[in-house]
């Protein structure tokens, strides 16, 4: 595709079929993340990658489980209980493979590069007919200290963008946008 025919047709994807993804196309996708741009080249990203449907499933089941226990009683985190309260809800839709972009420092535009990493991530797999979705919910319970000692992640590193993966069952139809609220300096 054309840059812009991807950048037209990214969709968050959330039904995936069967056909599983290869370990060498999830290590092309990476290869287009690290080709993001980052603040003084610091390339601050590492990658955490899970494969298999079932695995996923079980580690969106244990995620749920933790939001459960921790959602405030206020707030818009408060207002995505009773969507992780269905149990028919699967935090990570059925997707057989999660990249998880992580941050190696805490240095000040490490996160906003990582979200860089990501988003070239995701375009390149547009690019590839693979869906993505970003499950954002997920990121307080893989920033835990045991799920980033069992992830094999350092202590000091952060989990920014988790992406779920799949052969897409069919593309989802755009929602539009919003026209750009644009300030001209004068």
């Known amino acids: 595709m054309e840059l ?11 039904d995936f079929n069967d056909t599983p993804i290869e370990r060498a196309t999830i290590e092309k996708l990476i ?10 080249n610091l390339q601050p990203w590492a ?16 995620v749920k489980d933790h939001l459960l226990k921790n959602f ?21 839709h059925h997707a057989p493979a999660l ?20 988003q070239n991530l995701m375009l390149a797999a547009r690019d590839e007919g693979i ?7 997920s990121r307080p319970w893989l920033n835990l200290a045991a799920t980033k000692k069992e992830f094999g992640i350092p202590p000091e590193y952060e989990f920014v ?9 069919s593309w989802p139809k755009t929602h539009g946008r919003n026209a750009a609220e644009i300030f001209w300096a004068k």
């Open 4 to 14: 812009m025919e991807v950048l037209n047709n990214r969709r968050a994807v959330r």
């Open 31 to 40: 290869q287009s993340a690290i080709l993001a741009p980052s603040a003084m």
């Open 47 to 62: 990658f955490a990658v899970r494969l298999g449907r079932e695995e996923i499933d079980r580690l969106g089941e244990r």
């Open 72 to 92: 405030p009683q206020a707030g818009p985190e408060a207002s995505l209980r009773k969507m992780v309260e269905d149990p028919n809800y699967v935090l990570f």
């Open 99 to 118: 990249v998880l972009v992580v941050a190696k420092s805490a240095d000040s535009q490490a996160r906003e590069d990582c979200c860089l990493a990501a």
């Open 131 to 137: 869906g993505t979705c970003w499950i954002g919910l």
């Open 161 to 169: 963008a988790p992406i779920i993966l799949g052969y897409p069952k």
